[in-house]
């Protein structure tokens, strides 16, 4: 019988993606989403995608009722959590909103998992590592001090899942990205992020089309081979099928611990001016870019030992920087003939 999955946040950029991987590897997926922080764009590219109509929920996950009841409505195996505010600055200046709502949402998906006996999968992050000191990290790597109400939230929420997969006899996986970029191959589902773009790659792309005027590179004076900062760009398709393979592991029993953390990363150091670079080769484009002070709060150098989900999950990022900017570049360009 086939698999029910509910992807929370399954509107949003990532979890757009992982429901067409989840859905093109034969589950079903029912997308749930309070559309605090998207339109209907990405929702509507991955029925076209799949050239079918997806279940979709309006739910606030901050709803304790609304979210068991949708546990209640489904035979839900597997539940991914993505459901979640995500911008570091905002975090800082507004804690209580990030707090309550990143917090409180997780906690009934887990109350709600642990009575109907579903499967969890948490969307952490490489912030949890700060600022490691001898990069690539493991997942034996220490966490650091979180330096952002963000950051916080993905390091409580991983020590939730921990817990109450102890506690309660449930399964847990926790995913760590590193960063990830571009657009399915299709151009039809994608980042839309609100206003000015705080990440590397839609600000990239939002200057090649002309909506911003100069990109800002922040610091090019690290200690680092070319002066700027160090990061493992991921393709956003590669990292949807990490948790197909993650989802897949928990479904059919073939976890070794009832809570695993993995990596999803590259393994591969890309300098933010050799990311600029091959986006200027690959898509025959000059960029208007400047060199700019350092970002306050940036890391300056963080890449993944993805060893462990190689071995474990049997995956492992296949798609080129380069391929990754061409997508997202023909994600933009799809934005910009649709006026957006
Ligand atoms: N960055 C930049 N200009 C920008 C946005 C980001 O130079 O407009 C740099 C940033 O300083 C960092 C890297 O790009 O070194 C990745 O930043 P992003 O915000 O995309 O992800 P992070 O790794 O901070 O989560």
Redesign the pocket.
């Known amino acids: 019988m086939k698999k029910t999955v509910l992807v929370s946040g399954g509107a949003g950029f990532i979890g757009s993606h992982v429901t067409v991987e989840l859905c093109q590897a034969g589950y079903d997926v029912v997308i749930a989403d309070n559309m605090s922080n998207c339109d209907e764009t990405n929702y509507k590219g991955v029925c076209a995608i799949l050239s079918r109509q997806l279940p979709f929920e309006k739910v606030d996950f901050c709803d304790a009722a609304a979210a068991n009841a949708l546990f209640d409505k489904y035979h839900i195996d597997a539940v991914i959590h993505f459901a979640a505010f995500k911008a570091v600055g905002e975090s800082v200046a507004e804690p209580l909103m990030y707090y309550k709502n990143n917090l409180d949402s997780f906690l009934n998906v887990l109350e709600a998992a642990r009575s109907h006996g579903t499967h969890v999968l948490f969307s952490s992050s490489a912030?949890v590592y700060g600022e490691p000191d001898n990069p690539p990290v493991t997942e034996q790597s220490p966490r650091q001090e979180a330096t952002s109400p963000y950051g916080n939230t993905k390091q409580m929420c991983e020590d939730f899942l921990r817990d109450c997969v102890k506690a309660y006899g449930m399964h847990g996986i926790a995913l760590r990205y590193f960063?990830p970029i571009g657009a399915h191959p299709s151009a039809l589902i994608g980042e839309l992020p609100r206003g000015v773009p705080?990440?590397?790659?839609p600000?990239i792309t939002q200057t090649a089309i002309g909506k911003r005027e100069c990109?800002?590179?922040?610091?090019n004076d690290y200690p680092t081979p070319d002066g700027?900062?160090l990061?493992d760009f991921i393709d956003i398709v590669d990292l949807a099928q990490a948790h197909v393979c993650a989802v897949t592991r928990m479904i059919d029993g073939k976890m070794e611990e009832p809570y695993e953390i993995f990596n999803v990363g590259t393994g591969r150091p890309v300098s933010?001016m050799e990311l600029v670079n091959a986006f200027e080769k690959v898509n025959k484009i000059k960029l208007n870019y400047r060199i700019a002070p350092r970002?306050p709060g940036?890391?300056m150098a963080i890449w993944a030992d993805p060893a462990l989900a190689e071995k474990k999950l049997g995956w492992k990022a296949k798609r080129s920087v380069e391929e990754t900017l061409a997508s997202a570049w023909a994600w933009e360009k799809r934005l910009a003939e649709a006026g957006k």
């Open positions: 912030t960063n705080n990440n590397l790659v600000y990109l800002s590179i922040f610091g700027t900062c990061r933010v970002r940036d890391v």
